[in-house]
């Protein structure tokens, strides 16, 4: 037997004239004192068992989610409902199976920036017309979503909303959710930066990269350029917020925010130049996919990765991936951010000038986020006679119609009260943002958005506020209206009056965002739907009857205990 290591190519047996090729090209070798054991060889990948992963990895490897729309087309056929697996996989496609609550999909979209223009609109409303239930929703994400799809329509669906340029893709589960910037990118006068190109750039990259189509869980990023509507960047797995450092505009970076896990993002200790921000960016992603947790569901969030790593050894693992340095922050830095976000109270409805002589915004009112077909195409209609033909969405279930000249203002403000919307700034209605709710979300305890709208018009009728008020309900701790970080704060919970159970909420305080950042407190547990609207009316004439002079309600709750507040909260006098 020849001593030579290969005996055979492609699984042929060498013949005779490649024998005698391969002896003398290691004898060769061997003369010059290289013998085969010197080469190190090549390591096998480890092979893992589908037995021996979760549910939600084993799924993904069987088949890649992407892959699943033939099967969305199966069962179009004959109006099939997804079994367990198709379920997961379908989100990925952006449909959600609502049941038990209904027998149906939910379908949410990716709209970078939340920028609609107005022929998007209008089929979005065709669509939603014609193949749902006409509920829709603008979500914390400044996103749509439409609910009641039948299986069989959900092809349709996907196809109609492609054909304008939108995508669903990668919507849910352990994708990129929506991009998030300033609703006011690039028409701002107060901002520092326009971030709508970042945003833009990077729904780019992810739509065109696979592997951004398997993280360990769910990850959302967020641009805040400054100005007067801000993007809660600090609730985001990445947020990058500018900076001014001197004449010179940097973005900072902050990680691991989940207020649903009561974390705001940290600040990462970078300055990171504009034209380097995505890539940056990407590869903080690459980061985490490569070492989230992919064993436990509940502990594969961006911030669970960091209560084992610290910050700069999630640096040190970018920074190998980008192959250089970042630039530190210098210690005791000086740099300005706005802050009139805080000034004007929820700078995201009413009249505003644009750095663009001549032309405004208006940030429409729309309660708890809900928007019919009808009015969706009225708000098209005005945004082409009276704008550039575009609307904007909001993280705060609102809208914003840019470009209008100063002529247009008041016939634009007659006729968005004629459609049942408004553009007047409220301290209590503008910040009021609910979830979706029990009625749609097999997650929810509480029927939110309808205890919001109830909740509104009740506390409007008796007591008036000269402060700003965030109330924000949410259904269950997923928290998807994020209501540790509202002035109050109402968590859905089934609670037990007469033996009987019924929607109720747990009460939380003092929550807060950006230079407030704070999580709220529960002050009440187990409140119901039905004690609910006196409950908050107690609370904010307790607060009305004990603040200090101009004292907002955050800073009158922080400066109490707990008891001290129920004491307040409780009484009527």
């Known amino acids: 037997m020849s001593n030579i290591p290969v005996q055979d190519i492609n699984g042929e047996p060498l013949n005779d004239e490649q ?36 549910f939600e990895e084993r799924v993904k490897r069987e088949l890649h989610p992407l892959d699943a729309y033939d099967q969305i087309l199966e069962n179009a056929v004959t109006n099939k409902t997804p079994d367990k697996e198709e379920i997961f996989r379908f989100k990925w496609n952006g449909l959600f199976f609502l049941s038990p ?4 999909f939910m379908a949410r979209l990716r709209i970078p920036g939340g920028v609609l223009k107005t022929f998007q609109l209008r089929e979005l409303a065709a669509i939603t017309k014609d193949l749902t239930s006409g509920y829709v929703q603008i979500t914390t994400r400044a996103n749509f979503q439409m ?3 039948q299986p069989k329509d959900a092809p349709e669906i996907l196809r109609r909303i492609q054909s304008v340029g939108l995508h669903t893709r990668g919507a849910g589960a352990d994708n990129i959710r929506n991009l998030t910037a300033n609703p006011t990118a690039g028409i701002d006068p107060h901002e520092l930066i326009d971030v709508l190109p970042f945003c833009h ?3 780019q990259i992810i739509i065109n990269d696979r592997s951004f189509y398997d993280l360990p869980r769910k990850f959302n990023i967020a641009f805040d350029g400054g100005g007067l509507i801000g993007t809660v960047e600090d609730t985001n797995d990445i947020g990058a917020k500018a900076v001014k450092v001197g004449d010179e505009i940097f ?8 207020t649903g896990h009561k974390a705001f993002a940290r600040d990462l200790g970078v300055l990171v130049k504009p034209a380097e921000l995505n890539k940056v960016i990407v590869a903080l992603i690459r980061v985490y996919i490569a070492h989230g947790n992919r064993g436990d569901r509940k502990k594969a969030r961006l911030k669970h990765l960091l209560e ?29 951010i706005l802050n009139s976000q805080f000034s004007i109270p929820h700078s995201h409805v009413g009249v505003f000038p644009q750095k663009q002589p001549g032309l405004n915004y208006i940030g429409v009112a729309i309660p708890v986020g809900q928007i019919t077909p009808k009015q969706m195409l009225r708000l098209a209609e005005i945004a082409d006679l009276y704008g550039s033909s575009e609307v904007r969405l909001t993280v705060w279930q609102n809208l914003i119609i840019p470009n209008i000249p100063d002529a247009f203002i008041e016939t634009v403000k007659k006729a968005l009260v004629k459609m049942g919307l408004h553009w007047q700034q409220s301290n209590l209605r503008s910040g009021i943002i609910a979830c979706t709710g029990n009625s749609y979300c097999k997650f929810a305890a509480a029927n939110t958005k309808s205890h919001a709208l109830e909740l509104a018009d009740h506390l409007d009728k008796r007591l008036k506020l000269d402060q700003p008020i965030n109330i924000h309900l949410t259904g269950c701790p997923n928290s998807c209206a994020q209501h540790y970080m509202g002035d109050i704060g109402l968590l859905g919970a089934k609670v037990k009056v007469a033996g009987e159970s019924m929607d109720g909420y747990h009460v939380f305080v003092g929550g807060g965002f950006g230079e407030r950042q704070a999580v709220g407190r529960q002050v009440f547990q187990g409140v119901s739907c039905n004690d609910l609207k006196p409950t908050l009316e107690k609370m904010l004439k307790g607060y009305l009857r004990h603040r200090e002079e101009n004292e907002t309600f955050q800073s009158f709750t922080n400066r109490h205990d707990l008891g001290a507040l129920q004491g307040i909260f409780s009484n009527d006098e």
């Open 19 to 54: 024998r005698k090729y391969l002896e003398g090209f290691f004898a060769g070798l061997a003369a010059h004192g290289v013998s085969f054991g010197d080469i190190a060889p090549t390591t096998a990948e480890k092979k893992v068992s589908l037995d021996d992963l979760i």
């Open 101 to 104: 609550n209904k027998e149906a």
């Open 147 to 149: 609910r009641l799809i």
């Open 201 to 203: 750039e990077l729904g």
């Open 251 to 258: 973005f900072r970076i902050a990680l691991g925010g989940a």
């Open 308 to 336: 084992t790593w610290t910050l700069e050894k999630y640096l040190e693992e970018t920074e190998k991936l980008l192959s250089y340095k970042l630039l530190r922050t210098p210690a005791n830095f000086q740099f300005s």
